[in-house]
């Protein structure tokens, strides 16, 4: 009798271990568009000269177990010279996802270049700063803000859950939406945990370039400067505590940290 409770007990331990197992998690980034900017405008102390600096778009997907979270969005294809040549959608289908499958659409902030291409993810829950929202929905929205990207969620069409915290996206700890303001009111950026590469953060516009993040270079069109240098405080701190990957999404230099697509890193 004891022999079977033994064996009864194991199993029952061995069940319960693979139904709290971690789902599989892998990161994926899209091409969002490049061009080039002037780097004069990235820094409110007059530390770069170069009028003409190279810039990228990136977007992400993350695959946590059989469920899908994208990134930022991007610009529409056509829209201007920066603008991506294949659409977000057109990446997934070779990704062999349906815009459908898209559980989330998280917004680092609500820029043109981080939200033109929302509308085509109409069934996803749009995760976005609890300020974003607030300066969207205004009366009067906050200049640079985006807000035609919106409208079907404005409008009450899709579903947004607005985020006055940080967020464990899917209740494991594997992807946080973290507050990082400075940018804009509500920005955000994304710390996801891969079990090989380790964790990476998708930093948003918190940083532009190499240049700000090492020597706190703050954009004079920043909201506030005070939670700029807040925020890339905060990013130093990750990238010591969890020895993660660092990436700036609009610096060319840190598209390799990732697979080409359409590979995922794991």
């Known amino acids: 009798m004891k022999t079977i409770i033994?064996?009864?007990?194991?199993?029952?331990?061995?069940?319960?271990?693979?139904?709290?197992?971690?789902?599989?998690?892998?990161?994926?980034?899209?091409?969002?568009?490049?061009g080039f900017n002037d780097s004069r405008r990235f820094s409110d102390t007059f530390a770069y000269t170069d009028p003409k600096k190279p810039f990228t778009f990136s977007c992400y997907v993350v695959k946590h177990g059989d469920d899908y979270m994208v990134w930022d969005t991007g610009?529409?294809?056509?829209?201007?010279?920066?603008?991506?040549?294949?659409?977000?959608?057109?990446?997934?289908?070779?990704?062999?996802?349906?815009?459908?499958?898209?559980?989330?659409?998280?917004?680092?902030?609500?820029?043109?270049?981080?939200?033109s291409q929302l509308p085509s993810l109409p069934g996803a829950t749009l995760l976005?700063?609890?300020?974003?929202?607030?300066?969207?929905?205004?009366?009067?929205?906050?200049?640079?803000?985006?807000?035609?990207?919106?409208?079907h969620w404005i409008s009450g069409g899709g579903k947004v859950e607005p985020q006055a915290a940080d967020?464990?996206?899917?209740g494991d700890g594997t992807v946080t939406i973290l507050r990082t303001p400075g940018h804009t009111p509500g920005h955000n950026m994304l710390l996801v945990r891969l079990k090989e590469k380790?964790?990476?953060?998708?930093?948003?516009?918190?940083?532009?370039?190499?240049?700000?993040?090492?020597?706190?270079?703050?954009?004079?069109?920043?909201y506030d400067r005070a939670q700029t240098l807040?925020?890339?405080?905060?990013?130093?701190?990750?990238?010591?505590?969890?020895?993660?990957?660092?990436?700036?999404?609009?610096?060319?230099?840190?598209?390799?940290?990732?697979?080409?697509?359409?590979a995922a890193a794991k």
Not at 89 to 108: F, H, M, R
Not at 128 to 148: D, F, H, K, S, Y
Not at 232 to 242: G, H, V
């Open 6 to 34: 033994a064996l009864m007990a194991g199993a029952l331990a061995a069940f319960a271990a693979f139904a709290q197992a971690p789902a599989e998690v892998t990161l994926t980034r899209l091409d969002c568009g490049s």
């Open 75 to 115: 610009f529409v294809p056509g829209s201007n010279p920066n603008a991506p040549k294949v659409s977000l959608t057109d990446q997934l289908a070779q990704l062999k996802v349906k815009p459908e499958q898209v559980k989330y659409v998280g917004i680092s902030h609500f820029h043109a270049d981080h939200t």
């Open 128 to 151: 976005i700063g609890q300020r974003e929202w607030q300066a969207l929905t205004a009366p009067e929205p906050m200049p640079g803000a985006n807000v035609a990207a919106f409208k």
């Open 167 to 170: 967020k464990d996206v899917f």
């Open 198 to 222: 380790g964790p990476v953060v998708l930093v948003g516009d918190a940083v532009h370039f190499h240049e700000n993040y090492e020597h706190e270079g703050v954009p004079g069109f920043n």
């Open 230 to 262: 807040a925020s890339i405080q905060r990013i130093k701190q990750l990238e010591k505590n969890l020895k993660a990957t660092v990436i700036i999404q609009h610096d060319p230099r840190d598209i390799a940290k990732l697979p080409a697509f359409p």
